[in-house]
């Protein structure tokens, strides 16, 4: 990145030039991403949907990428953008631990990944923004890390969840219901889906998971022994155990009263 920066910038992502149009100019955009960390790591999870304007532009997005061996990216604003800076991401934490003989520490790649968003200020300035939510386990700390950002590239550390996109807010809100400190894998890994079912609920752009084409969310898993995707398998018998659920309790669980 720092040599494109000094010898063509003009191939960055946030250095391009948009040509004039006249209206409303659309492209694809991802919505959702949860986070959540339980004591042995972090899980990061997406629904599958892309939206442009008012009409879904895809059913079965990938939203999550794995950054290196112990940290993941969730993308949610401008996809064609979002995936690029994600792969221009992955290269360079590759290029940090060739060259340096030693992976990047989490916080590094944190603050790593935030410069590059404030690289893209200028087209979020016109419109195609790029937020995406930061996940690891941090080697040094022995726990899982949730980073969230603003379209400027400002980065804050999340304790227990986050959520970014369309949705954000109403997957918010389930988790701040559902989250416990003590969540296992699977227990996590259920509470985002949980949070996707209420975000698709309320927001139309986050799709939720699609039973007669099985498409379903995204669920990672990042621990101590690195970076896994949950199979189709795992993550359809999580969401079809919650519909299940859900058939008698549409709204989804309850939280204590007190």
């Known amino acids: 990145m720092d040599f494109l920066s000094e010898h063509s910038p003009e191939l960055l992502p946030g250095k391009r030039p948009l040509p004039t149009v006249q209206g409303a100019f659309e492209a694809p955009h991802g919505t959702t991403i949860v986070a959540v960390s339980f004591p042995g790591g972090a899980v ?49 934490l590759e290029h940090f631990e060739k060259v340096e003989g030693a992976q990047l520490s989490l916080e590094g790649k944190a603050n790593r990944l935030s410069t ?24 040094d700390r022995e726990k899982g890390r949730i980073f969230s950002y603003d379209v400027t590239g400002g980065r804050s550390e999340e304790h227990g969840f986050a959520a970014t996109g369309s949705g954000s807010v109403f997957a918010r809100s389930a988790l701040k219901k559902l989250f416990r400190e003590d969540f296992t894998e699977h227990q996590a890994a259920t509470a985002v889906v949980q949070a996707l079912f209420d975000a698709a609920d309320d927001d139309s752009a986050t799709g939720g998971p699609d039973m007669a084409r099985r498409i379903y969310p995204i669920v990672t898993v990042i621990t101590e022994e690195g970076f896994k995707r949950l199979t189709e398998a795992e993550v359809s018998e999580i969401a079809r155990a919650v519909h299940e659920r859900r058939l008698d309790q549409p709204d989804g669980p309850r939280a204590a009263l007190l």
């Open 116 to 139: 590059m968003i404030r690289g893209n200020l200028g087209m979020a300035m016109q419109g195609l923004a790029v937020v995406p939510l930061f996940a690891g386990y941090d080697l």
């Open 44 to 92: 990061l999870a997406g629904d599958r949907r892309a939206t442009m304007g008012n009409v879904i532009a895809q059913r079965d997005m990938e939203k999550i990428f794995p950054a290196d061996e112990y940290s993941a990216v969730g993308v949610a604003g401008t996809a064609g953008l979002a995936i690029e800076m994600v792969k221009l991401f992955q290269l360079e």
